[in-house]
Every structure is written in structure tokens, then in C-alpha cells.
């Protein structure tokens, strides 16, 4: 079993910054990539950014290009999403994913096994 622990969400300003960590633990061994998603209510997760784990690959949902940097550390079993120039519309929960195949590939919910709690981010006008 994995996992997965995210923090860092709370309250901001538009255009400030901010960012999120998130921690795996258990049997990470065969982690093919990491990725965020996020979601407000009503609507389905939506794809923010993903990397690959032991190998390089860095990807991002296209409207996320720009202002939102993925990250990791593998020696702490990290990943990070570096959020600048926060609008209201980036309001959600922010949820950390792993996966062991990217079977549906990366952008889609369904490739990830398993899931942290989420932590919210909430930008105010």
C-alpha cells in the first residue's frame, strides 16, 4: 500500500504564490509517475501536472503551462506544485496521485492508484 500526504493549500490573494508538497510513503518502489490534480465541486478531477519518477518527463494540462511548476525529491519521496500568479478560478482541492502504470495516461484520474486526502486552495479577488 501507498501513501500519500499532501499540504500547503490555505487561503491567498489573486497573484500571489504558493506551494504544495506532497509526501509518499509504503511501497513506493514501483511508482511510474506522480502527478496533481484537482477538483471543485460538481466537477470531475481535473489534470494539473505529472512527472515521471525514476526517469525525466514533465508534464502539464495545456492551460496550466506557464504559471504552475511540478517538482520532485526523490530522496524524500516528494512531489511539489509551484503555483504563481493565483486567480479565483484556481480555487479547488488539490489532490496529489501516484501511479504504477499510467495505464489511461497521465492526465487522466483513472491511471492513478492511489490518492492523498487533498488540501485546499482557496484565491480570493
Known amino acids: 500500500q501507498v501513501q500519500l500526504v499532501e499540504s500547503g493549500g490555505r487561503l491567498v490573494k489573486a497573484g500571489e504564490s504558493l506551494k504544495l508538497s506532497c509526501v509518499a510513503a509504503?511501497?513506493?518502489?514501483?511508482?511510474?509517475?506522480m502527478g496533481w490534480f484537482r477538483q471543485t465541486p460538481g466537477k470531475e478531477r481535473e489534470w494539473v501536472a505529472a512527472m515521471r519518477w525514476t526517469r525525466s518527463g514533465t508534464y502539464y494540462g495545456d492551460f496550466m503551462k506557464g504559471r504552475f511548476t511540478i517538482s520532485k525529491d526523490n530522496a524524500k519521496n516528494s512531489l511539489f506544485l509551484q503555483m504563481n500568479n493565483l486567480r479565483p478560478e484556481d480555487t479547488a482541492v488539490y489532490y496529489c496521485?501516484?501511479?504504477?502504470?499510467?495505464?489511461?495516461?497521465?492526465?487522466?484520474?483513472?491511471?492513478?492508484?492511489?490518492w492523498g486526502q487533498g488540501t485546499q486552495v482557496t484565491v480570493s479577488s
Open positions: 496521485g501516484l501511479t504504477l502504470d499510467a495505464e489511461y495516461g497521465l492526465g487522466h484520474a483513472r491511471s492513478y492508484q492511489y
Open positions: 509504503g511501497r513506493t518502489a514501483d511508482t511510474w509517475a
